[in-house]
């Protein structure tokens, strides 16, 4: 799939749409150097040893910069819709994901958690795709059906990512969800745009390789490709009674 290389903008939108009315959220402007894109398709961390990931964390704009929260709603949309829902042909597709993640008819228990996933390219965000993590998956703005699933899928377009192993809370990487996806992640491509990558997490920047990211219940991350926000991103509250 060819994906659009975004340039240079104003400003940034947040677009959240909920049939029946449309909710548009215009953020800060961006700068610095673009993404282009190929023809083919939150508590502090110590210093981790190099070999197995040299994660660290360093501190992000002044809190005060810090736009406004956003609210999300189950079925919306949250960003400017990009890639076709489901997972790509070298995604899951109904094989063992990582050695160790199966699809299944269902899956869940008491350690069904979520984390946001919010992708910018050039200062646009970028909408992260309903039906990751689930085998050919219904066409509904919030998916309720798929053949098998995984444990960790998107059922809609908000970019919120459910964990839901059968047994405790899993032990989930950030590059398990992009592999699900078929997607590559590395600190210079994500979701086949490449250029320069700032990562935050849980409002930090984040050192090291983004596919070892631990995901953690309530985690925010934020992956910004080519030229970065001029502030801190936003952050996105959970729909009411979720766990």
Known sequence: MMKQSFRKHSAFAVLAWAAPAALALGLAACSGQSASAPAATGANQPPIDPEVGSIAVAPTANPSDTPPPIQMFIGTTIGTPTFPEGDTATGGQGQTIDGTLNCLKTVGGPGHHHIHLSLFVDGQQIAIPRGIGMFQP??????????????????????????????????????????????????????????????????????????????????????EEGIPLDGPPPTYLFPPDYP
């Not at 964990?163 to 032990?171: A, D, I, K, L, Y």
């Not at 992640?185 to 250029?195: D, H, I």
């Not at 997490?201 to 390789?209: A, F, H, K, S, W």
């Open 138 to 223: 219904d066409h509904n703005v919030f998916i309720y059906h798929q053949t098998c699933l995984y444990f960790l899928h998107t059922h809609d377009d908000t970019g919120m990512v459910h964990m839901e192993p059968r047994v405790g809370q899993g032990s989930f990487k950030l590059g398990n969800v992009f592999d699900m996806w078929g997607e590559p992640l590395t600190t210079s491509n994500v979701a086949g745009y490449v250029g320069p990558q700032t990562v935050i997490v849980n409002g930090q920047t984040y050192i090291g390789n983004p596919r070892l990211i631990q995901l953690a219940p309530y985690m925010q991350i934020t992956i």
